[in-house]
């Protein structure tokens, strides 16, 4: 929405233009250039931001109502139909608890961590995109501004689990640090194998890329082994349950979120669902094609003989994308809560032997093999 | 004057300050855990600096090399081995202070110097904005490709010391005591304490 580089200037791009047509309104109707574009730029962050705090609603819903159909319980019933708002009372619990500090903790610490741990996460939604226009920034390193954003996160953790002042959180914030760090690397690999196909750093040309023969352009097909990759070490920087070390409740009480409560516990809670919901929505974008339906949209204009640049049709073009970006994403999201209540937990040794001596050699081994294919296959491989 | 150039300098002060205020927190602070996070603040400002340049590549990197790695190894080693000892106090540690103090004012006295007399090319030259990391890519093939390479040997010796400082056992002895530091050789080594004479009932353990 705000692409302003000498790309998006050049070539007109397709599809829904918001910003544009929000300024031409405002400019219409007398302002200047400079203050339609200032009351534009609030309107997307604050979109995104509800867009979030929505999606993990959704997911805390899904994560009860699956593991409650995963142990043959009912689950949520009474909070509204099917207990839809039972997230939301969940939240309001949090709100009303006493915020406690504990005696002997490092207050200011304490009280920061939680706040380092979410905003890194909320940040990163900025390169999501849900359209060719419908981002709050196609900034050109994209991706990688993601794995820059993410490494930020462990810094709260360690922040936290130091100033709570107990052993089980000095220690899940360790291994939380620890963890963190394996993971990064081979998802960095991953997410550069896929960069090498598409020649760029940014969300928009990844899924541009992957655009053309619908499900069959698809980045899954040509990297089903950095697909695999990246999932695997999303869900551990999620922290989800294969790898939920640092909070392992029979070992560590409850790792670094022990001593909180109220509000500050409700930012990790609340972090951890956003990040899980972000990590979808980034292999949504990265292997499954982002915001393109698996049939072309312009073959289906075509066959219905209608112009893809008349409005209507590109607001429908735009809703269909929407639609699909988070409907890819909430497919992953339910992988991820069915595995999370299906699997047992790794030990520590094994998660580390995992990500040093697996699935690092692994994501090497793509990176070349990509490299080569690309070199052999321009055409396929994007040259 | 717009509202960008405006947005601008408030976020240049806002970042500098933060990143002398904690620069200094990170040095005079006695408390070593305050200092590492202040040292990931400060990191994280110096990016946000690096932002302001049009230089969103080198942010990034930045907080990914510096915040991501630098700063949460440091945290790491300082958690690991915090023991909350009370150290005993160095004799002269107030003239040592002076005299480090005297060098650091010295050497702010020189940049300084440096920073007004220099005649800088303002404005200098057009920021090459997103074709940024393609840029930095040529260059690292290209004419940097010496210094690069350089730098990777580094690592690699860095690396491979520390594989040979964690496992032990590829040492025969300890270059320090020139005693055997293999845990095997200690133990074939060392005469036993008790040496038995007669020779012992055959146990569970040693039947065939």
């Known amino acids: 929405m705000l692409s302003t580089g000498p790309l998006g200037a050049a070539v007109a791009p397709p599809g829904l233009d918001l910003q544009s047509s929000f300024i031409d309104l405002a400019q219409g109707l007398g302002l200047t250039a400079g203050a339609a574009r200032l009351l534009w730029l609030p309107l997307p962050m604050v979109l995104v931001l ?39 009372a969940d939240g309001l619990k949090l709100v009303f608890k006493e915020d406690i500090i504990p005696a002997r903790a490092d207050s200011v610490l304490f009280s920061l961590g939680p706040i380092l741990v979410v905003v890194p996460v909320i940040l990163s939604w900025l390169v999501v995109p849900f359209g060719q226009n419908l981002l709050i920034s196609n900034v050109g390193v994209g991706i990688f501004l993601w794995i820059a954003l993410s490494s930020i996160q462990p810094i709260g953790l360690l922040m936290s689990g130091y100033s709570s002042n107990n052993k089980y959180s000095l220690l899940g914030g360790l291994r939380a640090a620890a963890q963190s760090i394996s993971y990064e690397i081979p998802l960095a690999l991953a997410v550069l194998a896929v960069v090498m196909m598409s020649n760029s750093l940014s969300t928009v040309d990844i899924v541009a890329q992957q655009t053309g023969a619908g499900i069959l352009s698809w980045n899954i097909w040509r990297q089903p082994v950095g697909f695999v990759i990246f999932w695997i070490c999303a869900l551990a920087e999620c922290e989800r349950l294969p790898f939920d070390l640092p909070e392992a409740e029979e070992e560590l009480v409850a790792g670094y979120q022990t001593e909180y409560s109220g509000m500050k516990f409700a930012l990790f809670y609340l972090g951890s669902y956003i990040n899980l919901v972000l990590s979808a929505l980034l292999v949504s974008v990265l292997y499954l094609g982002g915001w393109s339906f698996p049939i072309p949209v312009e073959w289906i204009t075509g066959w219905l003989g209608v112009s893809p640049d008349a409005p209507l049709v590109q607001v429908i073009t735009g809703s269909v994308g929407i639609v699909s970006t988070i409907l890819k994403a909430y497919l992953l999201v339910f992988f991820a809560i069915l595995l999370r209540w299906t699997t047992p937990r790794v030990r520590i040794d094994q998660l580390l032997d995992l990500g040093w001596k697996f699935l690092l050699p692994i994501a090497l081994v793509n990176l070349l093999v990509t490299a080569g294919l690309k070199l052999a296959f321009p055409a396929a491989f994007g040259g | 004057m717009s509202i960008a150039s405006t947005t601008q300098q408030i976020c240049f002060v806002v970042l500098s300050a933060t990143t002398v205020v904690g620069s200094l ?101 057009p920021p090459v904005g997103e074709e940024a990391t393609i840029r930095i890519g040529e260059h690292l093939f290209t004419d940097y490709l010496l210094p690069f390479e350089l730098a990777s040997v580094l690592l690699l010796m860095a690396m491979i010391g520390a594989i040979v400082l964690a496992r032990r056992d590829v040492f025969t002895t300890d270059v320090i005591t020139g005693e055997p530091a293999d845990q095997g050789l200690i133990e074939k080594e060392r005469t036993p304490l008790l040496i038995e004479t007669t020779t012992p009932e055959p146990t569970l353990l040693s039947k065939p």
């Open chain 1, 50 to 88: 509800v867009g979030a705090v929505v999606g993990v609603l959704v997911s805390v819903w899904l994560e009860r109502k699956i593991s409650a159909a995963v142990q043959q319980r009912i689950g949520p019933e009474y909070a509204g139909a099917l207990g839809v708002l039972q997230p939301l």
């Open chain 2, 25 to 125: 927190g990170v040095v005079l602070l006695p408390n070593i855990v305050y200092s590492a996070f202040l040292l990931g603040g400060v990191f994280l400002s110096v990016a946000g600096l690096y932002l302001l340049l049009n230089a969103s590549f080198v942010a990034a990197a930045q907080i990914l090399v510096y915040v991501g790695a630098v700063n949460v190894l440091i945290l790491f080693a300082i958690m690991l081995v915090n023991k909350q000892e009370t150290l005993a106090a160095i004799p002269g540690l107030l003239l040592r202070r002076l005299l480090s103090g005297a060098v650091c004012a010295g050497l702010f006295a020189l940049l300084l110097r440096v920073a007004f007399t220099t005649a800088w090319a303002l404005p200098g030259p």
